[in-house]
């Protein structure tokens, strides 16, 4: 069984990965500013904010995977986003992935197969008014999630981003607050829902897992077939 660290597995997407690995023997260590209550995860604290990344040297030992899934979501109209806004999405879903990733590089090199998995949105690929900032951010961990794979590929380490649509946790909790607005998001989909944390970690674990170990470089949407299918 391997070591896993999922960033953010307090709650919603982060949380189910982490519920699905240890459900599989896994050891899973989270890092995040709130505890996670799963059974038999290491909680560490931390926060993509802070630029306090020595709690990683806590670390020792081959990790066979990573999940980075702080989020963000800013949505405005363009003249009404300021560059703090745009500072501030940038630092939570870019720069944070960064810092993690570079810390546990060496722990990710001991892997025989590791894996890295990181967030964009069908936002960056399908055009979306008021997503100027976030999808911004995404679209620069979608030319992350490339390079790395490129980089990457000779020490054996896989980096692959999930791209959700609408997916129904706190992160989204403004916009599925009701439910009418559940009901309207889910019309907007071709497969008549919102997603659920569920239906995107199922995918995130897929990639973390070794046995999936030629697949590398990809951004994959989970969306309802929203981001590629217009019904008639």
């Not at 599989?24 to 931390?46: C, M, P, Q």
């Not at 497969?191 to 070794?210: C, I, T």
């Amino acid at each position: 069984m391997g070591v896993y660290v999922v960033v953010g597995a307090s709650q919603g997407i982060g949380y189910s990965i982490a519920e699905q690995l240890i459900a599989a023997g896994h050891r899973v260590l989270n890092f995040s500013r709130k505890a996670s209550d799963l059974v038999g995860i290491e909680n560490y604290t931390w926060d993509a904010l802070q630029e306090d990344d020595s709690i990683f040297s806590s670390i020792q030992g081959p990790v066979a995977g990573i999940a980075y899934c702080p989020g963000s979501i800013v949505l405005k109209p363009f003249h009404r986003l300021s560059t703090a806004d745009f500072e501030l999405d940038f630092k939570i879903n870019v720069l944070g992935a960064v810092r993690v990733i570079q810390a546990l590089l060496p722990c990710l090199k001991q892997s025989e197969s590791a894996s890295i998995v990181m967030f964009s949105t069908v936002a960056v690929q399908t055009g979306m008014g008021f997503h100027a900032s976030i999808a911004s951010s995404k679209g620069a961990i979608e030319g992350l999630t490339r390079s790395l794979a490129a980089e990457l590929s000779s020490f054996k380490i896989r980096v692959n981003a999930v791209a959700p649509s609408l997916t129904q946790t706190p992160l989204a909790q403004n916009l599925l607050n009701s439910p009418e607005k559940v009901e309207a998001g889910g019309k907007r989909h071709p497969l008549g829902r919102v997603g659920q944390a569920e239906d995107v970690a199922n995918l995130a674990v897929f990639l973390l897992k070794p046995e999936n170990s030629w697949i590398t470089g990809q951004i994959i949407g989970v969306d309802g077939g929203i981001g590629s299918l217009r019904t008639v």
